[in-house]
C-alpha cells in the first residue's frame, strides 16, 4: 500500500503549513470541522463542502490521489482532502490506515451541493443513488 505523504509530498506539506498557521510552528494540529454524523452513522447524502443535505454530486474514477484532487477540486480544504477520502474508503469497508490511500482504480460517489458546484464550476447530477453503475 502506498503511503500518501510518499505519494502527495506537496499536499502533505501544505497540511503541515495550515496547521502551523492554525495553532504555530510546530504545535500543528488539524482539527476535523465535522458535526456529528447523522442518524445512519455516516455523512452519506450530504454535500462534501458545506455538509448540509444533498442530493446531486459528480462521480470520480482514478487512482486514490484522483479522489483526492477531485474533492480539492470541489471546495475542500487541501488540509482535510486527504482524511475525507479516507473517511470514505473506510466507509467502503476498505480499512484504510491514516498516512495511506487504497491501491488501484477507485470509484468515489463525490456529494456537492449545486450552490458549491456552481461556485468552483462544476457540473453535478441528480444522484439516484450512492453507487456507480456496474
Ligand atoms: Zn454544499
Redesign the pocket.
Known amino acids: 500500500m502506498d503511503t500518501y505523504s510518499a505519494m502527495i509530498p506537496s499536499l502533505g506539506r501544505a497540511t503541515a503549513d495550515a496547521a502551523d498557521t492554525l495553532f504555530g510552528k510546530g504545535r500543528g494540529k488539524v482539527m476535523s470541522r465535522f458535526p456529528r454524523p447523522g442518524l445512519r452513522g455516516s455523512y452519506s447524502g450530504s ?1 462534501v ?4 443535505g ?1 442530493d446531486t454530486g459528480f462521480a470520480v474514477r482514478g487512482d486514490a490521489e484522483a479522489v483526492i484532487a477531485a474533492l480539492i477540486a470541489a471546495g475542500v480544504p487541501e488540509s482535510e482532502a486527504y482524511e475525507t477520502a479516507r473517511a470514505k474508503w473506510n466507509e467502503q469497508g476498505l480499512e484504510v490506515a491514516k498516512g495511506n490511500v487504497p491501491g488501484g482504480v477507485q470509484d468515489a460517489v463525490i456529494t ?2 449545486k ?2 458546484a456552481d461556485r468552483v464550476g462544476l457540473h453535478v447530477g441528480l444522484l439516484a443513488s450512492h453507487e456507480l453503475p456496474g
Open positions: 454535500c463542502v458545506c455538509l448540509r444533498t456537492l451541493c450552490d458549491d
